[in-house]
């Protein structure tokens, strides 16, 4: 039988205190070699997916760079469809395979300003774009595995959903600090400590001066 959903992997470079980007959205936490460990990644995966803060925040590639492979298909969590125009994903979009998933909730002149690119739109969702049925859409597609890249409020959903299988932390050498500053993981936060997915350690990686935590779920 068919899996409903594909394999999913959550990757982050967090500061110590646990953070992925500082109060004004500053992320750049890996490493050249650090990259290079996510790009090899990149290359291993049918698709790769962010929210739409990331891109306002980062306007990232999301592609293959610093390894030799091949780009994963980009997927872009966007309820509202306000991606901006000038961002590298829509602009490279005629070259990289994108997928736009929206909600139902978005405007008739967001649709037709995505519609002019050559993206895909995917819409599930009353508010939010609902992640198990985008995940089981993805299934059907022959997608067989996802990496998520954050950032905290898409890892949430995925951590609290128990959408995801495999988790890849680089602790980076970096205080941030702040109570505003994004963590690996946003969201209301489970209140419960029993209510936690349970992890398994299952490597431990020094890379410089950073940390590779590999976990799977017990
Ligand atoms: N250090 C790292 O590894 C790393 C990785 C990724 C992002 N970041 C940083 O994280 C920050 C962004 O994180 P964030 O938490 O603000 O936003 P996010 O990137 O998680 O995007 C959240 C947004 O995605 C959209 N969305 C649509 N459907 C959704 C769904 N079902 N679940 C969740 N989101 C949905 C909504 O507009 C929501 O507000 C940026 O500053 C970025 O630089 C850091
Ligand atoms: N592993 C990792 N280390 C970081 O320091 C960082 N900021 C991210 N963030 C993930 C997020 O998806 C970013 O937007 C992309 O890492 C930028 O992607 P590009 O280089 O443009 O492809 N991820």
Known sequence: MEK?????ILS???????KIATRLGDS??????????????????????????????DDPLLTVRYVKGKNPIRIILDSRGTINIDSKILQTSNKIPTIIAVSKKISKSNLKKLKKF????IMTGENSVNIKSLMNHLSKRKIKNILVEGGGTVNW???????????????????????DA???????????IKKSPRLRLNTIKKLENYLILHYTKV
């Open 4 to 8: 409903s959903r594909p394999h999913v």
């Open 12 to 18: 982050a470079a967090i500061s110590i205190d646990g």
């Open 28 to 57: 750049k936490l890996s490493s050249k070699k650090d990259k290079i460990r996510i790009h090899k990644l990149r290359s291993k995966v049918d698709a790769i997916l962010v929210g739409k803060n990331t891109v306002q925040r």
């Open 118 to 121: 050559p993206v895909e739109i």
């Open 157 to 179: 959903q995925f951590i609290h959903n128990d959408l995801f299988d495999e988790i890849l932390i680089a602790i980076s050498p970096f205080i941030i600090g702040g109570i």
């Open 182 to 192: 994004i963590t690996f993981v946003q969201g209301k936060g489970f209140d419960k």
